[in-house]
């Protein structure tokens, strides 16, 4: 069929079975938007800044595993979608933006709004593309989806050159991919698994270490099975929350530097770390030569690069978690005995009672952990959290309880300020029946605010909890710690206000100052389905506990005051 | 860890960005480049990379992990049995001694390759090490300029 490129980008995306889009227009890609005009395969959401549109696409991708696709000009619009690459190559998320480009004469003039796009962004891509002839176009669409969703996945840049999208060609997508220079490892090597298993069997004090590969390769119920076969405790890190479950009761909890006290000692003592798809991030593991010192390494991880990058493996298997769990389980049935282990858990066990995860609540004030845990029983189960980035982050990952993967969303490895509101965006376009909080603070919201306008005109209902304490919070606890309270640039007294901004952009807000109020404001939020902001109170010096100073042994951690200190007042 | 130097050969797709991604995941991963070659396999649509570089042996893993990544690279080649060879054209002024330094560039793999006015050029093939010493050797002949060509290398 003949068509002009602008057409084909949007033939393949409907091929692809992309619903949603996430986009701006400007000039140099103004010949796609004339024809996603002319369509109706998929939605386009117009958020109103870029940044925002590849954060939704990411939530998107991230709620239902599926590829991710936003849409902006060249220029400033692909710089402003930098962010939202960076933040999904960090994580490793499935994802497909396309950028417009000067045309190809002008390519390299420095003209209007001319930007090397590709140069830009090579570092936080898993791979990019500049079209240079049309008849390359749908082979370059079909290869950016198949990229970004293999292997380790990752986010892809199609950048094309605003003539390209007026050329009139020939369009047949290619049914599959022929790239002969890029062909994962899933299957992992059976040598290599039976050796790990063997490890297992030995092992006296072994420990799963579940990371965010485990959400990617959907690997959850194979990892809960491996768990109840063996009965070994496990682990998670910030990315994989949910994987086993709050109420599996051989999870720990979240291990690292807010790990809680039962997780980090675990990791510090157990003989045999089995990595299922975590990189060994420097927040998890605290001073390396300190970490698992103990221990012998299995690291299952499908990117090679990850293995033996920072901790030196025994046992390293390439593969998918889901491949390489299946065959262990296989190996596994009748030769391991779970009653091994139950010294082992017990210490454990101990280790949770002496220091449990928990905070000093108030009756004066909103903790900040209460509204977490209070929307928990709320919503529980049914709601997506996403979050942005401080202590409301690493409250939300101690004290939710994720029931299941895919149910939290945030920046891990970035950790980008504003990321949590247009993520709910996305994540609300991909399961619109499911309740979806971004519980975020009065830093991080004001990074992507704009998207209120985005969110009510498209009755995209996400709430946003903003845990308001008035600080910076998280670079103000280590002023506090370690700049000996000197608050460079922190103090965020002077605020909007937050209810009227909510209701300027069309959307509801309220102002939370005490218990019975958040329960009131939270309901209201979910019955009246609009885009809402419920601005939380909360005690302002609050910190995160535990907390293990940045490259110090995971073992040495910062406890929660057993009594609350009152120096501090409540202002 | 002790730092060692490795040559590594890498076989990629010959396309326009494929060596500022090279270059790129070298500067942006803090990976140091000693030399660097790039020249196309003839009868294909592939080049051939040669990187020599210096690092410990986890470090050097890392390289040759994150090369393997890249979606153009086909092959990346790092062995200890490599024949290495390297390149270098040394400028005289035409008053230093011709007979000398021609004695000099074919004990190591060369000769005098162009004479001029107030000029000549002598060139060498061989190990970089030798070139090394090549360099040094003719350094009491005042050379006027010195190029390197960088290490190629293939399997032995």
């Known amino acids: ?571 | 860890m002790e730092n060692v130097r490795r040559v590594i050969s890498v076989v990629v797709e010959n396309e326009s960005s494929v060596l500022s991604r090279i270059s790129g995941l070298f500067a942006g991963r803090g990976y140091n480049i000693e030399t660097l070659t790039v020249a196309p396999i003839p009868n294909t649509n592939h080049s051939h990379i040669t990187i020599a570089t210096k690092g410990n042996l986890r470090l050097i893993e890392q390289i040759i992990k994150q090369l393997h990544k890249l979606v153009p690279v086909y092959k990346v080649i790092e062995h200890s049995e490599m024949v290495e060879k390297e390149m270098v054209l040394v400028k005289f002024p035409i008053e230093a001694s011709l007979a000398d330094i021609e004695a000099l560039c074919s004990a190591y793999n060369g000769g005098i390759v162009n004479v001029g006015l107030d000029m000549f050029i002598g060139m060498v093939a061989d190990e970089p090490s030798r070139v090394k010493h090549f360099v040094e050797a003719v350094a009491r002949h005042k050379p006027i300029e010195i190029v390197r060509g960088g290490v190629v290398a293939i399997e032995r």
């Not at chain 1, 003209?111 to 140069?119: S, W, Y």
């Open chain 1, 1 to 571: 069929m003949k068509m002009n490129g602008a057409q084909m980008v949007c033939e393949a995306l409907i091929a692809e079975g992309v619903k949603t889009v996430f986009g701006y227009p400007g000039g140099a890609i103004m010949n796609v938007y004339d024809e996603i005009y002319k369509q109706d395969g998929f939605e386009h959401i117009l958020n109103r800044h870029e940044q925002a549109s590849v954060h939704a696409a990411d939530g998107y991708a991230r709620a239902n595993g599926e590829v991710g696709v936003a849409m902006v000009t060249s220029g400033p619009g692909f710089t402003n979608a930098v962010t939202g690459l960076a933040t999904a190559y960090m994580d490793s998320i499935p994802m497909v933006v396309i950028s417009g480009q000067v045309p190809l004469s002008l390519i390299g003039t420095d003209g209007f709004q001319e930007i090397d796009a590709v140069g830009i962004s090579r570092p936080c891509t898993k791979h990019n593309f500049l079209i240079r002839e049309l008849s390359d176009l749908p082979r370059i669409m079909k290869e950016a989806f198949h990229i970004a969703r293999s292997g380790r996945p990752g986010p892809v840049l199609v950048d094309i050159p605003k003539d390209i999208t007026a050329e009139f060609g020939e369009f047949v997508y290619p049914d599959s991919v022929d790239i002969p220079s890029y062909s994962p490892t899933i299957k992992g090597n059976q040598r290599q698994i039976d050796k790990a298993i063997e490890a297992i069997i030995k092992a006296k004090k072994p420990l799963l270490y579940i990371g965010g590969g485990a959400v990617l390769s959907n690997a959850s119920e194979l990892v809960r099975q491996l768990a109840e076969l063996t009965q070994i405790p496990a682990v998670e890190t910030l990315m994989a929350r949910g994987v086993m479950g709050a109420k599996n009761p051989l999870l720990l909890g979240m291990l690292g530097m807010h790990g809680n006290y039962s997780s980090n000692m675990a990791m510090s003592e157990t003989d045999l770390v089995i990595s299922l798809g975590a990189r060994f991030d420097d927040r998890v593991t605290g001073k390396l030569s300190e970490f698992a010192k103990y221990a012998d390494v299995i690291h299952i991880d499908i990117d090679p690069a990850n293995i033996g990058k920072l901790v030196e493996v025994d046992y390293p298997i390439v593969g998918d978690v889901t491949e390489v769990i299946e065959k262990m389980i296989a190996g596994l049935k009748g030769k391991v005995n779970p009653e091994r282990y139950l010294d082992w858990r017990e210490v454990l066990e101990r280790y949770n009672n002496l220091h449990p995860q928990s905070y000093i609540d108030s009756d004066k004030v909103i903790k900040p952990q209460w509204a977490i845990e209070r929307i928990g029983e709320l919503v529980g189960e049914q709601a997506i959290i996403t979050s942005d980035v401080g202590q409301h982050q690493m409250w939300a990952a101690q004290h939710y309880p994720f029931d299941r993967p895919r149910q939290w969303i945030n920046s891990g490895g970035l950790g980008t300020m504003g990321f949590g509101f247009p993520a709910a965006l996305g994540a609300k376009k991909a399961f619109p029946d499911k309740t979806v909080i971004n519980i975020t603070g009065d830093g991080s919201i004001l990074m992507n605010v704009q998207e209120l306008v985005t969110a009510a005109e498209y009755k995209i209902p996400v709430i946003n909890v903003i845990l308001n304490n008035h600080f910076l919070g998280m670079v103000r606890q280590w002023q506090t710690f370690f700049y000996e309270e000197r608050y460079s640039s922190t103090d965020l007294s002077f605020q909007p206000n937050y209810k009227a901004l909510a209701e300027a952009c069309h959307g509801i807000g309220y102002d939370v100052t005490t218990k019975e109020e958040f329960d009131a404001a939270l309901k209201d939020a979910i019955e009246k389905d609009k885009v809402a902001f419920i601005n939380v109170q909360v005690a302002r010096f609050e910190n995160v506990f535990p907390m293990v100073p940045a490259n110090g042994a995971l073992f040495n951690m910062m406890l929660p005051p057993k009594t609350e200190d009152n120096s501090k007042g409540e202002k």
